[in-house]
């Protein structure tokens, strides 16, 4: 992979890079990493690169501003953005970054990040495989919207349609285990994949609905999307 780290903070981008030269050595993945200590120099090059770690705050050109053009010009870039500020987690999705690093947090978040990619890498294509009707039927995971329970039934909206499944929604959970999906509320199951971004009372999908978000569940919600954004 051809990864780029771009951070203000020079001491932090060489901290940044050795560990991320330990993990990516140790899990066997094959590497070659760019440092750049503005966006200026990486903002016209960002398609040569896989992964970017992106600072959120640089004096010229923001990560904000980095993750808009690489979202505009459709590259398949990864963006892993490098804050200080846990809220902007909440209001960031619109970018789909594949990962939230905090600095305070950045052994752990950065190992969390590199064991999503190879999961990413691996399993980028497997698909849910669900009873409709009779039949055993198959979508892909970042096809599937979210998943509610509406009376007696558990229905899932995917991108093109929606399915009413007779399995409980507790049990489509742990069958999605690991693959990216929140519960925002006891009868919402959403997949990151499609949240804009979190406000006090509910999540906000790309498409503008509002899925409820429990009050009780607002932090664990934030971690899980900080956890599993690889597929955001």
């Known amino acids: 992979m051809k990864i780029a780290i771009c951070d203000d903070d020079q001491l932090f981008t060489e901290i940044l890079r050795e560990k991320i030269e330990i993990i990516f050595t140790a899990e066997n993945l094959n590497f070659d990493i760019s440092?750049?200590?503005?966006?200026?120099?990486?903002?016209d090059?960002?398609?040569?690169?896989?992964?970017?770690?992106?600072?959120?705050?640089?004096?010229?050109?923001?990560g904000e501003k980095i993750a808009h053009r690489i979202i505009a010009s459709k590259y398949k870039t990864l963006v892993i953005f490098v804050t200080n500020h846990d809220d902007f987690v909440s209001t960031s999705f619109r970018y789909k970054p594949f990962g939230f690093i905090r600095k305070n947090k950045?052994?752990?978040e950065l190992q969390e990040t590199i064991f999503n990619l190879k999961e990413y890498l691996s399993d980028n294509t497997l698909l849910f495989l669900f009873e409709y009707q009779g039949k055993t039927m198959t979508v892909k995971f970042h096809e599937i919207v979210y998943i509610e329970v509406i009376g007696h039934y558990t229905t899932m909206h995917t991108v093109?349609?929606?399915?009413?499944?007779?399995?409980?929604?507790?049990?489509i959970e742990k069958q999605l285990q690991h693959k990216g999906f929140i519960r925002t509320h006891k009868s919402f199951l959403v997949?990151?994949?499609?949240?804009?971004?979190?406000?006090?009372?509910?999540?906000?999908?790309?498409?503008g609905q509002k899925?409820?978000?429990?009050?009780?569940?607002?932090?664990?919600?934030?971690?899980?999307?900080?956890?599993?954004?690889?597929?955001?």
Do not use: W
Request: proline share 2%.
């Open 160 to 171: 093109t349609r929606e399915f009413k499944l007779l399995k409980t929604l507790s049990a």
């Open 211 to 232: 899925i409820p978000l429990s009050r009780h569940r607002i932090t664990d919600v934030k971690e899980t999307l900080i956890t599993f954004s690889k597929r955001c």
């Open 45 to 62: 090059s960002v398609s040569q690169y896989d992964m970017i770690f992106l600072d959120v705050e640089m004096p010229d050109v923001s």
């Open 106 to 108: 950045l052994d752990f």
């Open 35 to 43: 440092i750049f200590n503005n966006g200026t120099n990486l903002i």
């Open 191 to 207: 997949n990151c994949d499609h949240i804009f971004s979190v406000e006090k009372n509910s999540v906000i999908l790309n498409s």
